[in-house]
């Protein structure tokens, strides 16, 4: 049974006709609700993925530029604490050398004036 | 084990109800399952059915690119994801059990619609069909006519006879891989006719079939949708 018959096979038309309607349907049916919304949503998403790898590289230079940066800071202020040390200490000798060279005339002053009120004292027990 | 097929004949047009029901049962399943598991989408992080979906979608996509090269072309690619699902479901609609009435004489009602010549026949008819559509739209009639006597005038009837090739083959090897494994599938459950030993014997090898009938089914429907696009890319350079 059969609308027409190819090589003795018989071919019920309506059945191709039913199939290829119902397929066609279906296409355009899931085409329309959900194909369109889900390789939006896969696109999107690809989308933003790139642009937070993106965003990644860029922090990324910036945190190492950053770092470099501090690096660099942070030898200067060694350098200059190196240097401030070593001036302070020099400084520190110098306070320490003019200290005592004071303390060397304080006590040649002292000794001076102690032998000057000595023979002073001899004079004047002489002249008495 | 050729059962009669339920037809009715409506406007001088024969129509098989068997395959009319299970046609109409595999496609609303395909869009229930893909309506349903895209009904909540998220650009974020995919839940388990909208991963499921955007697999099969990466799938068929990446079997575009192989043939195609890229492509961004939304009708191929619902036609392949929708062809691809739907055979899988049609292929495996007759696996686990088939209905075949018995009142005067047999009548099967439920197995594989794509066990049916009509079905897969149809589907390749409509898929050659579009790459000729496409092939008329992207290079004009003249290119298209003139593409039958390409590389020279000789091969103008092995041209035609290659598109017809191509639409037998495409068909018939889906519909002859789904209709052996249902033949198999029917001689092994009509063991359970000829007593319990007979019966019990024929389970294993019925499982293991029914397990080949799955697999079957799974690389036939990608064949399919593989072929498809291979043809419209042909069609396409």
């Known amino acids: 049974m059969g609308d027409i018959t190819l090589f003795g096979l018989p071919i019920s038309l309506g059945t191709m006709v039913y199939q290829a309607l119902i397929f066609t349907v279906l296409v355009f049916i899931l085409k329309k609700l959900v194909f369109k919304k889900l390789v939006g949503v896969m ?12 965003l990644t590289e860029q922090y990324k230079q910036e945190a190492e530029k950053n770092l470099e940066l501090s690096a660099e800071v942070l030898n200067q202020a060694r350098k200059d604490a190196r240097e401030i040390m070593k001036h302070s200490e020099y400084e520190a000798k110098l306070i320490i050398s003019d200290a005592k060279f004071q303390a060397k005339e304080i006590v040649k002053e002292a000794k001076e004036e102690l032998f000057r009120s000595r023979s002073f004292m001899h004079k004047d027990s002489k002249g008495a | 084990m050729e059962h009669a097929r339920p037809q009715v004949v409506l406007f001088n047009l024969t129509f098989d109800l068997s395959i009319i029901l299970t046609t109409t049962i595999a496609s609303l399943l395909v869009f229930f399952i893909a309506y349903l598991a895209t009904r909540n989408l998220t650009e974020g992080i995919p839940k388990k059915w909208q991963n499921f979906m955007e697999w099969i979608m990466d799938f068929v996509r990446d079997i575009m690119n192989n043939s195609m090269g890229h492509t961004n072309n939304l009708f191929v690619l619902s036609t392949g994801v929708s062809l691809l699902m739907y055979l899988f479901i049609a292929n495996l609609l007759g696996v686990p059990f088939s209905i075949i009435t018995s009142e005067d004489h047999p009548v099967s009602w439920w197995r594989s619609p794509t066990a049916d010549a009509h079905v897969t026949m149809t589907l390749a008819i409509m898929i050659i069909a579009y790459t000729h559509f496409i092939d008329i739209r992207l290079h004009g009639l003249k290119h298209y006519l003139l593409s039958f006597f390409k590389p020279f005038k000789a091969l103008f009837a092995i041209n035609i006879l290659e598109q017809f090739a191509t639409t037998l083959t495409l068909g018939l090897r889906l519909f002859g891989n789904i209709y052996a494994g249902e ?14 030993a007979v019966a019990s014997l024929a389970a294993i090898p019925m499982l293991i079939w029914q397990a080949f009938c799955v697999f079957i089914g799974t690389i036939q429907a990608y064949i399919f949708v593989t072929l498809t696009m291979v043809y419209i890319a042909h069609r396409l350079t």
């Not at chain 1, 696109?43 to 993106?54: P, T």
């Not at chain 2, 033949?183 to 319990?196: K, N, Q, S």
Request: net charge neutral; proline share 0%.
């Open chain 1, 43 to 54: 696109d999107s998403r690809k989308q933003h993925i790139e642009n937070q790898l993106q």
């Open chain 2, 183 to 196: 033949v198999m599938l029917a001689l092994l459950a009509g063991a359970v006719t000829h007593g319990f």
